[in-house]
């Protein structure tokens, strides 16, 4: 039976402005987004089976059709074109509620895989519409090439940023995004500004001081990373980066970071390591034929 490997990697907002709110609640931003190469890993096997979804092992404390990698396989389902099932499996290394976008990552994942091993044809706007109604962050996921974006983070526009390493640093909590999105005193008002200036200008998160202010492990790990140089949060937060020229100097910090918080060395990629391995399978495919 066929199988698909793909990596699932975690993003980092690179700055991240809130310019309003819309009147559904959503908040309008400017952001740009970068993928890492830290991963979670997962394996798509196509099955005969009657259960259409499996997925090994559970995540501890997402429930099965909580989960976005099966949200994200039901929303594929009514495309297939063969009478296959699915067994996925994931190695978890993404800590979740840490504004890198595991989940949202899986879920597309988990569409650009299916989308080839259930034969559903579709294009990527497709793809990332669909994965849209699962979470504002999974287009940028299905698209695969750091972007600014705007809207509620949908509308993509392809960037290069540079590609430095950097260390990633997660605080000992989790930072769910809807209780940033609703504190009172988070700034919604910062000028928009053109997508000529995205790379050239200091970027900030509007949502660092209100992270910090609720989340005491937050602000003591900043103040931690800013003595080594611009510390900044990615998302809602909790995770925290900083950008080196040099891998030996990321690892050298890294080597001083409390055994109370996880640290990655790490480095920025501008196209997805999803569509990376992604495009070797089906060329590998091509050539089997
Ligand atoms: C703001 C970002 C930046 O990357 O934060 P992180 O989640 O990565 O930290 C994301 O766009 C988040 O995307 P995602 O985590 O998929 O958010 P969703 O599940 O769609 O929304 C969670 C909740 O956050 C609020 N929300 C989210 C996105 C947005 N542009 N405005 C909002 O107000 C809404 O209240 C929503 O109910
Ligand atoms: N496959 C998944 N991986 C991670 N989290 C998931 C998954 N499916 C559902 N979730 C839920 O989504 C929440 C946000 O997870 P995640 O995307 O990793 O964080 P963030 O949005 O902060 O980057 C988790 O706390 C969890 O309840």
Redesign the pocket.
């Known amino acids: 039976m066929t199988s698909l490997a793909l990596p699932s990697p975690a ?1 980092l ?1 690179l700055f ?1 402005h809130i310019t309003g709110q819309r009147e559904d ?5 400017q ?1 740009v ?1 970068q993928f890492i190469d830290v991963a979670d890993h997962m394996h798509f096997s196509v099955t005969d089976s009657d259960s259409l979804i499996s997925l090994s092992p559970e995540i501890p404390g997402v429930p099965f059709e909580h989960n976005l990698i099966v949200k994200a396989a039901r929303l594929l389902e009514p495309y297939r074109s063969n009478n296959t099932g699915i067994h996925i499996e994931i190695d978890k290394c993404l800590p979740m509620g840490g ?3 595991g989940g ?1 990552s899986n879920a597309a994942t988990t569409l650009l895989a299916l989308n080839q091993l259930w034969q559903c044809h579709l294009p990527l706007e497709t793809l990332a519409a669909l994965g849209k109604q699962l ?4 287009p940028i996921f299905v698209f695969g090439h750091s972007a600014f974006a705007e809207g ?2 949908e509308k993509l526009s392809k960037v290069e940023p540079e590609t430095p390493f950097y260390l990633l640093l997660k605080p000992n909590c989790e930072v769910p ?2 209780q940033i ?2 504190d009172k005193y988070l700034t919604r008002d910062t000028p928009a500004i053109r997508i000529s200036h995205a790379l050239k200008l200091e970027g900030h998160n509007d949502c660092l001081e209100v992270v910090r202010r609720l989340y005491s492990e937050v602000d003591e790990a900043f103040l931690w990373l800013q003595q080594f140089g611009d510390a900044k949060l ?4 909790a995770c925290l980066f900083l950008a080196f020229d040099s891998i030996d100097e990321a690892n050298r910090v890294k080597a001083a970071v409390p055994d109370k918080w996880q640290a990655w060395v790490c480095r920025g990629c501008n196209t997805s390591p999803t569509h990376n391995a992604l495009n070797q399978w089906i060329a590998s495919q091509h050539t089997e034929c």
């Open positions: 993003k907002n991240l609640g959503y908040h309008e931003l952001t987004f504004g890198i976008g949202s979470g504002a962050d999974v509620i983070g995004t809807g999105f609703t990615t998302g809602t937060g």
